[in-house]
């Protein structure tokens, strides 16, 4: 793999089993860059090791006065240093190519792995975790597997070096061969503490990371109620910590840097003094001992490579642990038989089904058997034929969710009223086949026709159920930009736009367009640029022109006028007719334009009837869309109670 052949087509399956394992699996998915590396990295070093034979020949050449010899010398002495150049460019090259193609490998990973679980990560890894694993865990990643060739190439050197001086001088290079073991392992005592630092300074850094991305991300509400400066403050405590830790962690790496340093000179004196002594007895050369001197020296450079792979190991276990934690998370999977699944009968059991709720309004409910699926090809409501699944399979069929009991039929338009406003999110997830993990286990999945959504491939899943939760993101660009996504193509940007009643939004960006184009305006981070009711108008329009076969909307006019917002819903029921429309809301303006209206209290669906006759027939519908308070709900119930008695 090359740098220009990125991205991969295809990352591959990784082994998340733990952090080493997960390095351990992108050095062997790079075997061919490894090789490569390793191979010029021994030309490099082994180039450097054999100058000191070579400056020890021309030493006894000059000794001898030889000038054939030390031509000779000079001559192998040119044709190393081009091995070193050479071997040091192509080992660079290498060794850059595997760094960035590790971490390539590693952000596509990520990028997968958020595309699939999409809001459910942030349930489980905090958002700044997300960005210190996708930033900085990514290039120390990046920095063990290619280091990981030059410490192979060094250590090679090192063990080819040894050898050479038995053979060549035994009495010296014994001295050398038993001190290189310990030049080796001399910094390893020093390394779990050295590791311990690491990982606590890489968890301090990745708290700051988080507060600094929570503090930006609502930097206008934290203006708006005077907190900037007490979450600013927060965070330069955080970065203190911080730079506490790193620093700790700096000594000790200093520390295992003057270790390297200390104990090569140690041997060195050694050799020195030990091949004086055999010198002045006439048991070796000058020109031996010159070499073995310059051997040891020129030693320290491969043994360096000892510490940086001890470094990078330490900075990228905790990175990597991280990344394989993330990589492990998986979409929850549909229950076998006999667990969640099996629950089903026995909760619908003496219930009634859901064509018999439409017809019994205010009639208390519960979860019934799924509707039977639409035979593939079918139409389904106002006449339109549903599109193809991906594979083959047919996206048709009623939305049924057995935990809850809601059912959303096939190609019609159906509002859900919840008692408690956090549990509208979460059943809007679950329609969405992203349950949070934690309510997952278990239950079964909700289904589409009669078939589970966490058992159909991903990209199927997201083609037939599209979920805008009611904090919708627009992402920087032009509006062109943000209406151009995944689409049937039966619903134009036009047509999305009006029924979204964005006239007023296109207005604006017309005016602050150079060609007086609001298509080409530039829309900021977030669409900061624009009132919060704009900013969800236009995620409406944009889940519009996906036209997908169900479409759930969590509160997508809690920010709009009620003119405006009873606009929106006629524009929602017309556009999507004949298609299956779910709207978590507790407006009655949105209420009474839905073809059905659902009503859950305590988890469970209660009731299921019109607007109208729920607001009647049910008192707790009634006090939820009202906003009626516990003393006029109490007042109504006496005077309700207090009209039986006088009829009676």
């Known amino acids: 793999m090359q740098i220009r052949d990125l991205p991969y087509s295809d990352p591959g399956l990784p082994d998340v089993r733990s952090g080493p ?32 034979y070579m400056v020890g ?35 660079h090259r290498t060794a850059v190519t595997n760094w960035v193609t590790a971490a390539a490998r590693v952000q596509q990973l990520l990028a997968r792995k958020t595309a699939r679980l999409g809001s459910a990560l942030t349930r489980r890894v905090a958002a700044g975790e997300v960005v210190a694993v996708s930033t900085g865990d990514v290039e120390k990643i990046g920095w063990f597997v290619e280091t990981l060739s030059r410490f192979a190439a060094a250590a090679l050197t090192v063990v080819l070096v040894c050898v050479g001086l038995l053979v060549y001088q ?53 203006r708006g109620i005077g907190g900037e400066e007490l979450f600013l403050d927060r965070y330069r405590r955080a970065s203190q910590e911080v730079r506490t830790a790193a620093v700790r962690s700096a000594r000790m790496w200093a520390v295992i840097s003057a270790t390297q340093v200390l104990m090569p000179g140690l041997l060195l004196i050694a050799v020195v003094w030990h091949g004086v002594h055999l010198a002045r007895e006439g048991r070796i050369t000058v020109g031996e001992l010159v070499t073995v001197y310059s051997a040891v020296m020129l030693l320290n450079y491969p043994l360096r490579h000892f510490e940086e792979i001890a470094m990078a190991y330490s900075f990228s276990r905790p990175s990597a642990k991280r990344a394989a934690r993330v990589l ?140 805008q939760d009611k904090d919708p993101v627009l992402l920087s660009g032009t509006l062109r930009d943000l209406l151009d996504v995944p689409a049937s193509g039966a619903v134009t940007p036009e047509e999305a736009l009006a029924a979204a009643q964005c006239a007023d939004v296109l207005t604006a960006l017309a005016q602050a367009s150079v060609d007086d184009d609001p298509m080409a305006a530039h829309l900021t981070e977030r669409g900061r640029s624009l009132s919060g009711g704009q900013r969800q108008r236009l995620a409406l329009a944009r889940s519009l022109v996906t ?44 209420l009474g334009r839905a073809e059905r209206v659902v009503f859950l209290a305590g988890g469970e669906v209660t009731a299921v009837g019109s607007h109208r006759e729920l607001v009647h027939a049910e008192p707790r519908y009634r006090a939820v869309v009202t906003r009626e308070t516990d003393d006029e709900r109490a007042r109504a119930d006496a005077l309700t109670a207090f009209d039986i008695e006088e009829t009676a």
């Open 21 to 52: 394992r997960f390095l351990w699996w992108l050095g062997r998915n790079q075997l061919g860059g490894q090789l490569k590396s390793l191979a010029w990295g021994l030309l490099h070093f082994t180039s450097i090791a054999g100058l000191p």
């Open 57 to 91: 020949l021309a030493v006894e050449a000059v000794l001898d006065r030889s000038g054939a010899r030390l031509a000779l010398a000079g001559m192998l002495i040119g044709l190393l240093g081009v091995g070193i150049a050479l071997g040091d460019t192509m080992l």
């Open 170 to 222: 035994p009495a010296l290079g014994v001295v050398v061969t038993a001190g290189m073991p310990v030049l080796a392992l001399a910094v390893l005592p020093l390394l779990p503490r050295a590791t311990r630092r690491a990982d606590f300074q890489r968890e301090k850094a990745g708290r700051a990371t988080e507060l600094a991305s929570d503090t930006v991300a609502g930097l206008r509400v934290l």
């Open 328 to 467: 492990a998370l998986e979409r929850t999977a549909e229950p076998m038989a006999g667990s969640g699944a099996a629950r089903m009968p026995e909760q619908a059991s003496g219930r009634t089904s859901g064509q018999d709720r439409e017809h019994a309004p205010g009639r208390p409910v519960g979860p019934a058997e799924p509707p039977p699926a639409e035979a593939a090809g079918d139409v389904v409501g106002g006449g339109r034929t549903a599109r193809p699944w991906p594979g083959g399979a047919r996206a048709t069929g009623d939305l049924y969710d057995p935990v809850t009991g809601l059912l959303a039929p096939a190609g019609r338009f159906t509002a859900v009223v919840c008692g408690d406003p956090d549990e509208a999110g979460r059943i809007a997830e679950r329609l969405g086949g992203h349950p949070a993990f934690e309510e997952a286990s278990g239950l079964p999945s909700v289904r589409l026709g009669d078939a589970p959504l966490d058992g159909l491939p991903l990209s199927a899943a997201r083609t037939a159920v599209l979920v």
């Open 547 to 590: 036209d997908p076969e169900v479409l759930v909307l969590d509160e997508p006019t809690s920010a709009v006028d009620s003119h405006t917002e009873a606009r929106v819903g006629d524009g929602i029921r017309r556009l999507r007719s004949g298609r299956t429309t779910v709207v978590l809301t507790s407006s009655p303006l949105l």
